[in-house]
């Protein structure tokens, strides 16, 4: 009944660092509400690095895929695949010098 009743809030210790007390009491939800931003940017993190490596893995994917569809024998499959009536150059190509 002591304590529920604010009979402590009378002793002398209390009233004297009232002042500290609040402030710590301050400080602690403070420090409370810090970490928990802390967490919350630190999971945002987390997911964009996750997002970063998958689109990494993704790009790399698809660049070895193109390289792979544009090799010479690829295309020559590719245009009779389609009916085109194109051809390989028959000649080497040449260099004109100035």
Not at 21 to 45: D, H, S
Request: net charge positive; proline share 2%.
């Amino acid at each position: 009944m002591y304590i529920l009743g604010g009979g402590i809030l009378k002793e002398d210790f209390i009233l004297r660092h009232t002042k500290m007390i609040v402030l710590v009491v301050m400080m602690v939800f403070f420090f409370i509400g810090n970490r928990y931003t802390c967490m919350q940017k630190l999971r945002e993190i987390d997911r964009l690095q996750q997002q970063l490596r998958d689109l990494r893995y993704e790009a790399l994917s698809i660049s070895s895929e193109l390289t792979g569809n544009s090799r010479q024998s690829q295309i020559e499959s590719l245009v009779e695949r389609q009916g085109l009536e194109l051809e390989g150059a028959k000649n080497p190509p040449y260099e004109l010098v100035k």
